[in-house]
């Protein structure tokens, strides 16, 4: 059982608050439920008697805290090539509410990205496991949104620099501003 202002995780919205217990009568059925605070200021109503049940657990403690970036520090896992069953495999993935599978199918998701781009369903899914994984790690490390997305992109955006920097496609790169002069086609310094 939770108590009001435990901070717990509700899979596939992310971490929130307890902030009361009520008795609501639903359908003509009584039931306990938690009221959670999740973020962006909604509201999620939980039946008590379910909530380990369909998953809601606590957030993880601090030493978990770097577990999880240890995940975001190491190479993507392998994922399937067709995007349809890549899509399942991340979703059954999100709906446990394990915070380092979570982490692995954001940090899968981003190398995706940076390497090819991602599908509009995975960029969806993308944005809501970030968000599901930040609203964890701000309430477990008592962080900002802002400082937590931060760190949690250098990370990512480390790792993938290490496992994937000689696989980047070679970009041409001007190293020289020569000015143009449309008046006479000159390289910009008057006669």
């Not at 359908?27 to 909604?42: A, R």
């Not at 995940?71 to 380092?100: H, P, Q, S």
């Not at 309430?139 to 994937?164: C, G, P």
């Amino acid at each position: 059982m939770f108590n009001i202002g435990d901070k717990i995780v509700y899979p596939m919205h992310g971490a929130g608050r307890i902030c009361s217990i009520e008795e609501k009568d639903i359908l003509k059925e009584k039931q306990t439920y938690y009221i959670l605070e999740m973020p962006g200021e909604v509201k999620v109503m939980v039946p008590t008697a379910k909530a380990e049940e369909i998953g809601v657990r606590n957030i993880i403690d601090k030493d978990s805290v770097s577990k999880v970036f240890s995940v975001l520090e190491k190479d993507e896992t392998v994922m399937d090539k067709n995007w349809n069953k890549r899509y399942r495999d991340n979703m059954d993935k999100l709906k446990t509410g394990d915070i380092y599978l979570i982490a692995d199918v954001v940090r899968n998701l981003s190398f995706k990205q940076k390497e090819k781009g991602l599908s509009t369903g995975e960029k969806k899914m993308l944005t809501n496991a970030k968000q599901i994984l930040v609203s964890e790690l701000v309430l477990a490390e008592n962080s900002s949104i802002d400082e937590v997305e931060q760190l949690v992109d250098n990370k990512i955006n480390t790792s993938f620099r290490m496992f994937h920097s000689e696989e980047l496609p070679k970009q041409n790169i001007v190293n020289k501003f020569i000015p143009f002069d449309s008046d006479n086609n000159s390289t910009g310094t008057d006669a």
